[in-house]
């Protein structure tokens, strides 16, 4: 290592700035958020200091003596010669120095922080690329949310209780490993920390028990939505527990590269449906959810799209609670939304559609029941789940009650992917081309006239138009 990584503790201390411009008033800042009493020496300070508390300024060239009492020096001027003589005059001093882009005279350097104070995270490349390191912690900002600030401060409150219950150094690392990756964790993160110090403070009631007498810890089930296919329209929150959990129980509906992102030694359980061909009853998924939860394992349950729009969600959820069973919920990006956007139809239009209504176009004993008058409407947008075994139906019912049959019509295939194809017609002609073109499900079906703003705003469309 070319620099030893350490924290220094600047509470109360007085830190010298030297330089007035916008690149010291940034190192400033950084030192007045961890709570040191900042000086600023600079003949003149930049507009980017307008109106920053908690700083000295010293309106003057660099003199050594500005140097009494400072616990930590940074050079940030423009002028080599300057940033040269603080830092000699602060070694001779034996006092750390900072050269701002400068590590050859510098004897700390200053890292790249990801903040979710107490927790710190820091990212250094020695000076090599300090872009590289900005790089790797915006990649960090996706995988730490802002709640593991908390994590750490709920921890540190119960860490001498927990220390005294539980002695034994291995068990209490393993105590503390069930903690911070299991419910508790989640309960904080999800800002019921009242709910988080019930849970910890019975599982180290638990914990003094004799091994035959103790309680055993039941899982929790993530009901996550992947959303219509693109892994980059997961949400921070699904990314985090798609990794955290032991079983992945997913639908047909999950595309590759959303389940690859999944916990690599996880258990893949498929439960997906496809038309006819259910490889598990809804039921049966219900139960297995149940089972495993109770068998203390952390259960992702992943669905395409949003699990609450025509995803069964609640009939899930509603046999989790009624077993007792935690449970979280994670809204994904529906394929209305997403499909739509990616082929260039906005769902609704000033001057197309001030409404949007979804419905699910699947048959049941060969028939289509629907609210046919209420979506024969002007001015509306009319999105389909599962409508293309229906298509023929849907379009006759819709322009048999009072929809014109020039009305234009979409038909979007494996929406936001690769394999994404758009085909467009009216509702007279779309059940004829979608024939033409064998198109298969998955699919979705979207109906009125903002579909006619496709050739002017789609972006992302790699198949045929």
Known sequence: MDFLPIFLNVKDKLCLVVGGGGVARRKAAMLTSAGAMVKVVAPALSGAFAGMPGIGHVAEYFQPGHLDGAALVIAATGDSAVNLDVSQQARARNIPVNVVDNPSLSTFIMPSVLDRSPLLVAFSTGGASPVLARMLRSKLETLIPQGYGRLAAFSARFRDTVKARVTSLAKRRIFWEAVLEGAVAEEVLAGDEAGAEAMLLGMLENARLPENERVQQVGEVYLVGAGPGDADLLTFRALRLMQKADVVVYDNLVSKPVLKMTRRDATRIFAGKKRDDHVMPQEKINELLVRLAKQGKRVL??????????????????????????????????????????????????????????????????????????????????????GLHGLAMLCAELIGHGLPDSTPAAIVQQGTTQNQRVISGTLATLPGIAQIEKLQAPTLIIVGGVVALRKKLAWFNPGKP
């Open 301 to 386: 349950r992943l669905k395409g799209g949003d699990p609450f729009i025509f995803g069964r969600g609640g009939e899930e959820i509603e046999t989790l609670a009624e077993n007792g069973i935690p449970f979280q919920v994670v809204p994904g990006i529906t394929a209305a939304s997403g499909v739509a956007a990616y082929a260039g139809i906005p769902l609704t239009h000033r001057d197309h559609a001030q409404s949007c209504i979804f419905v699910t176009g699947h048959l049941k004993d060969g028939s289509m029941n629907l609210d046919w008058e209420a979506l024969a409407r002007p001015n509306q947008t009319i999105v389909v789940y599962m």
